[in-house]
């Protein structure tokens, strides 16, 4: 009976720290990257393809895992049709065609992997680039705010009829399926008149679909883009994007759990990249103020800038915010922590700092480590006012510069990094960036 009292103590003391550990960034008792994420795609080569999928996807089809599958230009499910992908499939989006797979609204898909056998969309080419290929495109008829119930996507896709590229509508409960242990390699192909494809593109999604463990990794355009709709994003991972980690607009109502953005300096394109947008619209003017703004309720998220040499990167200007907040939005964020950026939040300068725009947009319980500056206001030089507001002892913010060593258990290893919060060796301050030469 003793020795079963001092066990169970023991492992309640373990259970105890782990927990201390993981209470702020990406959280599990187990690195929850392993075995189904791959941070070196480049060196994975798949077999050629023995399927083509081309033009309209438009009977209830399954791909297989004893195939190897071609995108070739833009496919289309429509007429509510069902399209299932076994786990550890590959789909290769075609280079030579910039091939896209697109979900009508109506339609569905339910792509299920498992931790030891993901499915995976990645470049045809032996030596992979961003913007390889198209993007994943998944539509449903949730609520937008524009003006009208639906809209199309305005990235130069030429579908057969624009029902094919329509999203928004009245169900915020709206079902388009699941995707799940699912990795998106190499997308983000550029467009000259509309920018670069995202790496996964959720329009109009209701809550009713499933996106749990998603990897993005070297996408050129966003990695995560998610418009209007009403969505959680749970365990989701976005690598070494060239746009933004996770953009939300027009009226996204979406909840991020326990998700993960890391960022090279070295990649990330200089005209406004961060990890996370937040945006109710483009144009004022053409957003329905009757309908409800973007709101994002983000929990246990780790956002880390990755930089060989941080002050030098942040000096020469390499290095962006982490957070870009638009007007008439709601933000919340909680137990998330943000890691080598400048400034780790910036707010859209049309934004006034009033009580009421203060009640919308909360930072709680945060881990702001190596951030050349916290909370700013675009061009704007004083920021006292919010570094002031947000740094008072009601939102429990804290403050730190160490090495991302020692900041996280172990943010080295190549194939599986664990980029959970490791605090028994944290040097904590309230100077969050040393402006010293030495």
Known sequence: MKNFTLTALLFFLVISNINAQQEKGITGYNNWLDSWTDFQPNKENYEEPTQILTGNITENTTLTKRNTYLLLGDVYV????????????????????????????????????????????????TDKKPGDWGGLFILGDAPINTFGKVASLNYGL??????????????????????????????GKNTKEFGNFSGLTLAGIGLQTNVNNVMVSYCQGNSFNVLGGEVELIQTVSYRSNKNDYEFNYGAQCHIINSLAIRSPYISSPDGSRCMSIKSYDIKEKADTSKKETYVNAENLTLVNVSKDLKSDINVGLVQEAIYIGPDVKFTINKSVISGFKPAVIFDGRIDINSENLQKIKFTRLYFNNCKGNIYRKDYSNNDDLESWYGSRAFDNVYSKGPDSETFIDSNNSKYPDFRLRINKIIASNDLYDDDDD
């Open 158 to 187: 030429n579908p057969s009829s624009t029902e094919s590229i329509s999203y928004g509508g009245d169900n915020s409960n709206g079902n388009s399926g699941t995707l799940k242990y699912v990795r998106i390699e190499y997308a």
């Open 78 to 125: 429509t007429d509510s049709t069902t399209l299932t992908i076994e786990a550890g499939t590959v789909i290769l989006g075609d280079f030579n065609t910039k091939g896209s797979l697109t979900i009508s609204n109506g339609s569905k898909i339910f792509a299920e992997g498992k931790p030891t056998d993901p499915i995976i969309f990645t470049s045809s080419r």
